[in-house]
């Protein structure tokens, strides 16, 4: 009875508080739950009940709102693979990614625009790291790359100057907050129940049925939020981004690679000056910094972006310069990977702090691509903040998701988020990952579910057959 009421149904139906309590009430077990509405959970959740309507869903979400954070707060970029190490989950979900995002926003009528891409060399040093990325791509089967000239930068980017770069015009810009809220609509109308302001503080398995349950133990896994709301399911796959590895030790799962976050500050070009700037304009990366250094990058609703830096935040998802909370400052600043990546990388923060205060200092480094640009062209713009997975050894864990056995054995975590082209929804269930049921009814389901769902969900939130020709690798 409930399911047929999910989704716009459910929504109708349930507008007054009351009956949503009431309806709360009525179903609080599923088969699956997932734990946070960013592009991810969404992606997972839509992958899984179109794979398996015959399941029962629950996505619970936070905030009022689905994905307010990383989802919402991103360059826009569709990458098309360039920068990942060639034979890399992420290079190759990457590449596939791009390609089923375009598919995706094409079936729905999404806009996006393939407004390429150019990763331009200023310096000579910059020119075998340049080759060395162009021969990357290749490996990668980046589509439709060549190198060019200055002349061919100067073709594609009339205010652009550069000694060479990397042309990929297979690259485009999209709004993934609009693209995450229709895999969200894509859930519900498939019959899954989204629930928001729901933050999820407790993952542990039950002692006992629910009260008044003919079904006896079989949801096993309470999920409580900080209200005292619980739901019950068999199997809980929880998407947290910045809360990610909170969630995964919460449910259970191991706490590393840790989340350490990084703001990034963007400055907008005042609308008289976006004719400088065509498409994405990209430095090459310095292989000694971990990330891909500031760029111009055109946005869906008409405006160019510049930048992000990367500073450690002090809160996360807290997008202001003096946002602050203790715990998550003391949880970073104790954990000792950040203070080896800390140590390794002194003049490069310094200098990402830096630029963040100083417009001036930010519009140098950008003057090197585009000379015309000046101080008076830009204005602060938004901020984002990034959930930056790393490990003890100070290294960027970058291979997408860490998921691993549970004591809850049912539990999946991902503490690692692709960028959001790469497809969000490769669940890899690493073949080590072996449920250990604390019921056998849960025994039975997780081998079908491991087998057939979670194993490889690979690029599932693209199209209805979205890397289902690559699937389960056990
Ligand atoms: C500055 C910046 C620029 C970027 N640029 C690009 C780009 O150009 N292209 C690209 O492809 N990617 C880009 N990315 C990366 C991309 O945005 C992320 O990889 C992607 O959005 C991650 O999605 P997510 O669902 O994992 O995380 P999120 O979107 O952060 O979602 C996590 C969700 O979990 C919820 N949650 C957390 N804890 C709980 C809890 N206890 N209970 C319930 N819910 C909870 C949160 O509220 C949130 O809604 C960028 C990221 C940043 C920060």
């Known amino acids: 009875m409930l399911r047929i009421l999910n989704g716009a149904g459910f929504r109708a139906v349930c507008s007054n508080k009351k009956l949503l309590k009431d309806a709360r009430r009525l179903q609080s077990t599923y088969d699956v ?3 946070g509405g960013g592009i991810v959970g969404l992606a997972t959740a839509r992958e899984l009940i179109l794979r398996h309507p015959n399941l029962s869903f629950i996505l619970v979400e936070k905030e009022k709102e689905l994905s307010l954070h990383q989802s919402g707060h991103n360059s826009g970029v569709i990458h098309s693979g360039i920068y990942y190490t060639p034979g890399s989950l992420k290079a190759r ?13 094409d ?24 080759k060395a990325l162009y021969e990357r ?8 790359m060549t190198m060019v000239d200055a002349k061919g930068i100067r073709e594609r980017e009339p205010f652009c100057r550069g000694i060479m770069a990397i042309d990929s015009p297979y690259t485009g810009i999209v709004d993934w907050r609009m693209v995450a809220l229709r895999y969200g609509q894509d859930f519900e109308e498939a019959g899954g129940r989204v629930v928001t302001g729901f933050e999820v503080n407790d993952i542990s398995m039950a002692t006992e049925s629910p009260e008044g349950s003919t079904e006896g133990m079989k949801h096993p896994i309470v999920i409580r939020d900080t209200k005292g709301e619980e739901v019950r399911s068999r199997f809980v796959l929880t998407c947290g981004g910045l809360y990610s590895d909170r969630l995964s030790q919460i449910s259970g799962c191991s ?10 500050d963007y400055l907008v070009l005042k609308p008289e000056k976006h004719y400088l700037v065509k498409g994405n304009i990209y430095p090459v990366p310095d292989p000694r910094f971990p990330f891909l250094g500031v760029h111009f990058t055109p946005r869906m609703d008409g405006n160019v972006w510049l930048g992000p830096n990367a500073v450690l935040a002090f809160k996360r998802e807290g997008y202001k310069l003096f946002d602050f909370n203790a715990r998550d400052m003391v949880d970073a600043l104790s954990f000792r990977g950040l203070q080896k990546l800390v140590l390794r990388n002194i003049p490069y923060g310094l200098g990402e702090m830096y630029r963040g205060i100083n417009i001036a200092a930010q519009v140098k480094i950008l003057q090197k691509y585009i000379p015309e640009l000046s101080v008076s062209d830009v204005l602060r713009g938004p901020s984002g903040v990034r959930a930056q997975a790393l490990d003890r050894a100070g290294n960027l864990v970058d291979d997408l998701f860490s998921t691993e056995e ?38 039975r389901v997780a ?28």
């Open 33 to 35: 739950a997932i734990v």
């Open 93 to 105: 979900l990457c590449v596939r990614g791009a390609t089923l995002a375009y598919e995706y926003c």
């Open 107 to 130: 079936k729905k009528g999404l806009p996006y625009n393939r407004c390429g891409k150019l990763i331009v060399a200023v310096e000579q040093e910059e020119i075998p790291r340049l």
């Open 137 to 144: 791509g290749l490996k990668n089967n980046v589509r439709d």
């Open 255 to 264: 706490r590393e690679p840790r989340i350490v976050p990084f703001r990034g």
């Open 406 to 443: 549970s004591a809850t054995s049912a539990v999946v975590s991902f503490t690692r988020s692709p960028p959001a082209a790469e497809g969000a929804v490769f669940c890899v269930l690493e073949p080590h990952w072996k449920p250990t049921p604390p019921a056998p009814c849960v025994a």
């Open 447 to 474: 081998a079908a579910v491991v087998v057939l769902v979670f194993v490889w969900v690979e690029n599932s939130t693209f199209g209805e057959n979205g890397g289902r020709e690559t699937a389960p690798q056990t």
